[in-house]
């Protein structure tokens, strides 16, 4: 059986910050992802800034992607209110994003297996991890960073896998010429909404969340996006007018915003294992690359310095993680509420309009500080 100093299962944005930054400081890591590389992800493809200085400092490139300044945000009935975003962000796609970040992880020195990680058990300060295929490595520390659902949370006993998760998100690429310069539009329809932005190609990405209750009259995405998302003027110019790339969007289903642990049976959990923001907030991926880099520089304490244990470790860690990610989860679930409300959202818009302000300080609600380098 390989022995590793770190085993990282999930090779998504999280698991991959994580492996670069042990990497880079010359760590022995694996990750052991179970799809390949690039592959399109669903997501709104809207990276907030915060972020970039240390991408930059972990090697990642991204002077192509799309910079990104307003936020456009629409009621069903196409009520807009237009903002500067405090901080601003970058649209590119996660076909392009996560595999930059793969390669970059290559480069530094990290190790990779594809296949589907099926068992983990820990004993004797050991995890021990088999797969799919029957590969089995050993690794004093685990990072979970397998998303938002995997059958991990099952395999774990996790309690939220049983909860109901209701939400299903659909993502498209359109080629889309009067989509507004710079500019993220986030545009409600009955039971969800939908991201707009463009990515480094130019290309429209088009991703949205909608609540299965909704959904389920319809049962089909053709049907639900002309008799539901339509309904908004802003989407229904981008769906008539605009050329859809992908032979038909992708889809995941299952998806929940339920509190989760950030330390599970030994487990660091980073990314959306930890807990998955509402896409609303377009900070999911910050926070997953995030939490990627506070678990790398706490392994590294551990690592190295023999009086940090791994109680320390699994401590500072969950300190780390609700300190900095606690309020933006709560933020994000009251505004999603509020813009799926129609009255509510009605007043929301009226309020927002009259204070720049208060739109401003909302939005830095739910965002972190500039991470600083390594
Ligand atoms: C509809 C929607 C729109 C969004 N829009 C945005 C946005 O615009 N901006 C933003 O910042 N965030 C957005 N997000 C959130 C963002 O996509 C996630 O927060 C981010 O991708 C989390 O990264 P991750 O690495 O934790 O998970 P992922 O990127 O999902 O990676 C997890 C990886 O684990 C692998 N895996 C799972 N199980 C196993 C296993 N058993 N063995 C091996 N590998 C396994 C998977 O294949 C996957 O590659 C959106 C989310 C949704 C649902």
Same mark, same amino acid.
């Given at each position: 059986m390989k022995?590793?100093?770190?085993?990282?299962?999930?090779?998504?944005?999280?698991?991959?910050?994580?492996?670069?930054h042990l990497g880079m400081t010359k760590k022995k890591v694996l990750v052991i992802e179970k799809n390949n590389y690039p592959s399109h992800k669903v997501c709104g493809e809207y990276v907030s800034v915060e972020v970039l200085p240390y991408l930059n400092?972990?090697?990642? !490139?991204?002077s192509d992607a799309a910079e990104i300044k307003k936020l456009q945000l629409s009621t069903v009935a196409g009520r807009l209110l237009s903002a500067e975003l405090p901080l601003g962000g970058i649209?590119?796609?996660?076909y392009a994003l996560d595999f930059r970040f793969y390669n970059r992880a290559i480069q530094a020195g990290v190790e990779f297996i594809f296949d589907t990680v099926t068992e983990i058990a820990f004993s004797d300060n050991c995890f021990k991890i088999n797969t799919q295929l029957g590969r089995q490595v050993s690794s004093p520390i685990a990072i979970g960073a397998f998303g938002k659902r995997s059958s991990l949370d099952k395999l774990l006993k996790r309690p939220h896998f049983d909860r109901p998760a209701p939400w299903l998100g659909v993502k498209t690429h359109i080629r889309f010429n009067k989509h507004p310069v710079n500019t993220v539009g986030v545009h409600a329809f009955r039971g969800g909404y939908g991201g707009v932005s463009k990515t480094e190609s130019g290309i429209v990405n088009f991703c949205y969340l909608a609540h299965y209750?909704?959904?389920?009259?319809?049962?089909n995405i053709d049907d639900f996006n002309s008799e539901v998302v339509c309904e908004n003027p802003f989407l229904s110019e981008l769906l008539t007018k605009g050329e859809p790339l992908f032979s038909k969007p992708l889809s995941i289903a299952q998806i929940s915003f339920e509190n989760k642990k950030a330390v599970e049976h030994h487990i660091l959990m980073c990314g959306d294992a930890a807990g998955l923001i509402h896409p609303l907030c377009g900070n999911g991926m910050a926070m997953a690359i995030h939490s990627g880099k506070i678990a790398a520089t706490l392994i590294c304490r551990y690592l190295e310095e023999p009086s940090f244990s791994r109680a320390n470790?699994?401590? !500072?860690?969950?300190?780390?993680?609700?300190?900095?990610?606690s309020g933006r989860l709560w933020w994000g679930r009251k505004l999603q509420s509020l813009l799926l409300n129609p009255s509510?959202?009605?007043?929301?818009?009226h309020l927002f309009s009259s204070s720049r302000r208060l739109t401003t300080s909302v939005i830095r609600k739910t965002h972190g500080k500039t991470l600083e380098a390594l």
């Open positions: 022995n590793y100093e770190v085993v990282v299962i999930g090779g998504g944005l999280a698991g991959l910050t994580a492996a670069i400092k972990l090697g990642i !490139e991204l649209g590119i796609s996660r209750n909704e959904f389920k009259k319809f049962g470790l699994e401590k !500072e860690y969950r300190i780390a993680w609700k300190s900095q990610f509510l959202s009605n007043s929301l818009f």
